[in-house]
């Protein structure tokens, strides 16, 4: 479908087009989930699972936060990659950033300043530091193929073919499962590199199927489209920082997370029903995770439809959290989908029912994130996460100096009290900006109507 004929579709927007735009990031994003089953499924079958899965997560978290630089590619490409002129721009930043995060992660795997930071950021012991690095020597690649396939995932989701994004995720899972099964048919998995091995393999081709679909699309944009202003690489760079700080930021609050629930009493149960109930919250959230991009593509043309769609869709998560926390659904699915049992059960579903604050306030705070986009105000999103972070950690500090009783349910309680002080400085945002400019629009109307009488 050529891009003209994309245009004449969004001109006569219903709820079947967003469904037809939001479904498919929704399964890709939720597919997501299954690239972690499958690796630490092959882990397991090691002869030493708890090491071998060890140094390859311990890996995967530095991986984590260089990642997130390379992730928020995707929506600045989305919100500015209209034509050729300014993809050329945006292709040129994604080459700096990806040099960039290549350079570091390079100077980790490959010279003492990996081992120091493994050691004394990470706290892992002596014997794991050496299996850490080189998993990490092969993770360093897979983030070249992430800033690839994010940039041609903004170019892809800004002209409605989303499905090449679920398309992309399902030969992705298909690629990893077949590595896998060779894997343990050598019986090779006794290392963490395995993991990283796989993840490599299915990154690399969600990025090929990604580069050819994106840049089909490419090829049909006109050289340059009357009154998009994007010619510069500094433009898309003002656009971008604040959404890498925002999430660089972010990064300090999980194990800000877990630190605290250490000094809790009973500090192993609460750190694992934290863990749990995260999981699944992650698992069903994550079907929302995309509706910013509904708000960046939809929302100027049909802003009433798409707050409507997302007041719709936002209870879906609340709804089976609600179900899982409240009903022998979820003991169901802790005892025999997760093998938690016990006291952990018990601590797993009081963790849970906090978390349903925050699956009530997210999607939300994706939507007026998605509204900072659109305006090109993304410098708010720093000063939001900021605040997140901040009154996350005091309400982990008060809840552990007062309650160290209450466990997994001082980290839930925490990260949704976090997201809804988040929440809460964008939308007072939003509302004292719409007020300025309603005030203003008055204000040039009064003068305008006295200039008249005047006359």
Same mark, same amino acid.
């Given at each position: 479908m050529g891009i003209p004929a994309e245009l004449e579709r969004q001109k006569s927007i219903g709820y079947?087009?967003?469904?037809?735009?939001?479904?498919?990031?929704?399964?890709?994003?939720?597919?997501?989930?299954?690239?972690?089953?499958?690796?630490?499924?092959?882990?397991a079958k090691a002869s030493n699972p708890a090491a071998v899965i060890a140094s390859y997560a311990i890996?995967?978290?530095?991986?984590?936060?260089?990642?997130?630089?390379?992730?928020?590619l995707r929506p600045t490409s989305a919100a500015l990659v209209k034509d050729k002129i300014s993809f050329r721009q945006m292709y040129m930043i994604t080459f700096y950033v990806l040099a960039a995060i290549f350079a570091v992660s390079t100077l980790v795997a490959f010279t003492p300043i990996g081992e120091w930071v493994f050691s004394s950021l990470f706290n892992v012991e002596a014997s794991v530091i050496g299996a850490t690095v080189d998993t990490y020597k092969v993770l360093l690649f897979v983030t070249i193929f992430s800033g690839t396939r994010c940039l041609f995932h903004g170019i892809i989701i800004s002209h409605f073919r989303t499905k090449w994004l679920t398309i992309g995720m399902v030969v992705r899972l298909l690629f990893m499962a077949g590595a896998a099964a060779i894997f343990i !048919?050598?019986?090779? /998995?006794?290392?963490?590199? %395995?993991? =990283? *091995?796989?993840?490599?393999?299915?990154?690399?081709i969600e990025a090929l199927v990604s580069l050819l679909e994106g840049m089909h699309v490419v090829r049909q944009l006109p050289e340059k489209k009357q009154g998009h202003r994007i010619e510069k690489k500094r433009q898309i760079f003002k656009f971008y920082w604040p959404l890498m700080a925002a999430s660089l930021i972010a990064v300090i609050i999980g194990p800000a997370v877990n630190i605290v629930l250490g000094w809790s009493k009973e500090a192993e149960t609460a750190i694992a029903a934290y863990s749990i109930a995260l999981s699944i919250t992650h698992l069903f959230l994550s079907f929302t995770s995309y509706i910013h991009q509904v708000v960046l593509n939809f929302y100027k043309s049909s802003s009433k439809l798409?707050?409507?769609?997302?007041?719709?869709? !936002?209870?879906?998560? /609340?709804?089976?959290?609600? %179900?899982? =926390? *409240?009903?022998?659904?979820?003991i169901w699915f802790l005892r025999t989908v997760m093998g938690v049992s016990g006291v952990l059960l018990d601590e797993s579903l009081t963790a849970l029912r906090f978390f349903i604050w925050l699956a009530i306030f997210f999607p939300w705070l994706d939507f007026v994130n998605g509204l900072l986009m659109v305006r090109g105000e993304t410098r708010i999103m720093s000063f939001s996460q900021a605040g997140n972070v901040a009154a996350t950690i005091s309400c982990l500090l008060l809840l552990i100096t007062f309650s160290p009783e209450k466990g997994g349910m001082?980290?839930?309680?925490?990260?949704?009290?976090?997201?809804?002080?988040?929440l809460s400085i964008v939308s007072l945002y939003l509302y004292a900006a719409s007020r300025r400019k309603r005030n203003t629009l008055t204000d040039r109307s009064h003068h305008l109507f006295t200039k008249r009488i005047d006359k």
């Open positions: 079947s087009t967003l469904l037809r735009f939001f479904i498919p990031l929704s399964i890709s994003a939720s597919l997501v989930t299954i690239s972690h089953v499958i690796i630490n499924s092959t882990l890996a995967m978290s530095l991986f984590g936060i260089l990642e997130r630089i390379a992730v928020m !048919s050598q019986d090779m /998995v006794d290392h963490g590199s %395995i993991g =990283a *091995y796989i993840f490599l393999i299915g990154m690399a798409v707050t409507r769609f997302v007041l719709l869709f !936002s209870n879906l998560p /609340v709804l089976v959290l609600l %179900i899982m =926390a *409240y009903s022998p659904v979820g001082i980290g839930a309680f925490s990260q949704s009290f976090g997201v809804m002080v988040e």
